[in-house]
């Protein structure tokens, strides 16, 4: 069983939209999380890292659920540039290596 | 100029052949890693390593090799390569303080294995 999971998608919406996309993990033990974004294949970018009491970055706000065990990313005012895949990745306390789910594709149209 | 570098940035290959990627980091971070992704599996952990002279095998290491005798390298060899092996391979660091637990990736290597 995937211990991170992420809708694939793509997620096809126009310009100007508010999209959100969850991320589900399995290890209660998770202290750290985070939102990366990947272009075509090149190198995965940080984001935003996800606070407890949630984070907001200009258009783009991070939440955690700890109860239910997902973390959220919504993007308000979409871009064609925002037009990315959006990977979670989750870091249990123990462990230096991070799990990264398969990421979530969003294209944003005209 | 600092950051993380790979090279080649793309290489063809021969199966049979050796093939080494270099992942080079001016961070001085202890931990490196090395990836490989592939449509429909994301990122893979093929190895990593906690500081020079220390690696460990991650989720696909088979027919991969590392070594790390300095802080700032951490060359994967394909000791005899195969089709299964074109990917793209990204390198990736990060500090051992569990304070800054992000991870910042290379451009990335793709290799085509004939």
């Known amino acids: 069983r995937k211990e991170v999971e992420q809708d694939p998608g793509p997620f096809n919406v126009p310009e100007g939209a508010t999209v959100a996309f969850n991320c589900t993990y399995s290890?209660?033990?998770?202290?750290?999380f985070f939102w990366y974004r990947q272009d075509c294949r090149k190198e995965p970018k940080l984001l935003m890292s996800v606070y407890s009491s949630g984070n907001e970055d200009g258009r783009f706000t991070a939440q955690l659920n700890r109860a239910s065990q997902y973390i959220s990313l919504l993007i308000r005012d979409s871009k064609l540039s925002d037009s990315a895949t959006y990977l979670c990745v989750v870091n249990d306390g123990g462990s230096y290596i991070p799990t990264f789910g398969r990421g979530t594709s969003l294209i944003v149209h005209p | 100029d600092a950051g993380i570098t790979q090279s080649p940035r793309y290489k063809i290959t021969e199966t049979g052949r050796q093939v080494t990627l270099m992942c080079h980091q001016t961070?001085?971070?202890?931990?490196m890693f090395w990836y490989r992704q592939d449509l429909g599996h994301g990122l893979r952990l093929i190895y990593y390593?906690?500081?020079?002279?220390?690696?460990d095998k991650g989720e696909v290491p088979d027919g991969y090799v590392v070594s790390r005798s300095k802080t700032e390298n951490f060359p994967l060899t394909l000791e005899s390569a195969t089709r299964s092996q074109t990917s793209v391979y990204f390198c990736?660091?990060?500090?051992?303080?569990?304070?800054?637990?992000?991870?910042?990736f290379g451009p990335g290597t793709r290799l085509t294995v004939t």
């Open positions: 290890n209660s033990a998770s202290q750290s």
């Open positions: 961070w001085s971070h202890s931990y």
């Open positions: 990736a660091s990060r500090y051992r303080d569990r304070g800054y637990p992000e991870q910042y």
């Open positions: 390593s906690a500081a020079a002279d220390i690696t």
